[in-house]
């Protein structure tokens, strides 16, 4: 089962007998066996027919629609859970203030360490004043995060992080791909469009994956309003996002792998676009990062991929009271080491902080 992108400019991907075809100005390029399609993701302008659409949702094989400017438009889906255990237990706990607060803190603490850690990593080879005190002050803010004790204080905790965050990390890049903030609608450079690219490409993932397992991606526990997007599906993208996403970007513009000649020059909104041949790349090695093999804490060696519907089981068996808390994933590094994962443990009568030394 695999991942159907369509990516080229003037695409249509419509359906015949048993297949799904990709045509280019009205000739059939390709023909993919419907069975062997898990996903569908269709970047703007290209198209899907009717036709297509109504077979794949049949068949619960979710569409996701991308902008050109990389963030996520439209997520298309007919799957209904069925009625169960574990649909009822979230509902339930989806209600419960002091579960819902429990694991929003649990996953912002993996949040803040793990774009921590990506920033020491950076730091350590060529180090900028922003990046270091950006580092001690997201360490502070760990520090202090067990004393939270409202949504709203999460939020703040959650925002100050990205505030921090994002211009440290432009810092530390190479001068054409530095940038100060975080901006997804409209992306205004570089890093902006390829970090909205990332992060709707992981949504997708987690989704097809929370849907496998029966649960409903709207009953989230810390983003309660999301616009196009599903909250749970955001909530449990925090642990992941410094380790996939923007891991990935980084290595992309720091290898030159990606440049400036792969964006099309600013539209006139002043959006910078990747050129369809860019895409493709970025595909191509997004697809590599989810298949690259990590250090699991609990299985051992597993691919990136996997650790995504490993965490979604984690929650569900969280949820069902099969274990007694939910372990995000906590990146760790060590000069001329790869990066690895491990468990920090968290329950309601002991809370534990993670150092970085």
């Excluded at 703040?156 to 100060?180: C, D, I, M, R, W």
């Excluded at 992060?199 to 709207?218: D, K, M, W």
Aim: proline content about 6%.
């Amino acid at each position: 089962m695999s991942t159907l992108y369509i990516t080229k400019p003037n695409t249509i991907l419509n359906v015949s007998d048993k297949y799904f075809q990709i045509h280019q100005q009205n000739q059939l390029q390709a023909e993919i066996p419907i069975h062997q399609v898990s996903q569908i993701i269709i970047f703007s302008p290209n198209k899907i027919s009717p036709q297509a659409t109504r077979i794949a949702l049949s068949e619960q094989k979710p569409i996701l629609y991308i902008s050109e400017q990389g963030y996520l438009l439209v997520h298309l889906n007919d799957f209904q859970p069925p009625l169960s255990k574990t649909l009822i237990q979230q509902k339930k706990q989806w209600r419960n203030q002091t579960f819902s607060h429990l694991l929003a803190e649990t996953l912002i603490r993996a949040k803040l360490h793990n774009k921590c850690t990506l920033l020491r990593r950076l730091n350590h080879s060529h180090s900028t004043q922003l990046a270091t005190e950006a580092i001690k002050t997201l360490a502070l803010l760990l520090e202090h995060l067990p004393s939270v004790n409202s949504h709203k204080a999460l939020w703040f905790y959650h925002n100050k992080a990205n505030n921090l965050y994002y211009p440290a990390l432009g810092s530390l890049l190479p001068e054409v791909f530095q940038f100060h903030q975080r901006q997804d609608t409209p992306p205004l450079d570089y890093i902006n469009t390829l970090l909205n690219l990332g992060y709707a490409l992981l949504s997708q993932n987690l989704f097809t994956f929370i849907r496998e397992v029966g649960l409903n991606p709207h009953w989230g526990h810390f983003h309660l309003n999301c616009i196009n997007h599903t909250p749970l599906v955001c909530d449990l993208m925090e642990q992941f996002r410094a380790p996939i996403v923007e891991d990935l970007v980084i290595n992309l513009v720091n290898s030159q792998l990606l440049t400036c000649d792969d964006f099309l020059p600013p539209d006139d909104l002043g959006n910078y676009l990747l050129s369809p041949a860019a895409l493709e790349k970025f595909i191509y090695h997004w697809e590599a990062k989810l298949t690259a093999q990590i250090n699991h804490y609990l299985a051992g060696q597993m691919t990136y991929r996997r650790c995504l519907q490993w965490q979604v089981q984690a929650y569900v068996d969280y949820l069902l009271g099969k274990i007694d808390f939910y372990q995000p994933l906590f990146v760790t590094w060590k000069a001329n080491k790869p990066l690895a994962l491990f468990p920090v443990k968290q329950t309601i009568k002991q809370r534990r902080f993670v150092s970085f030394s």
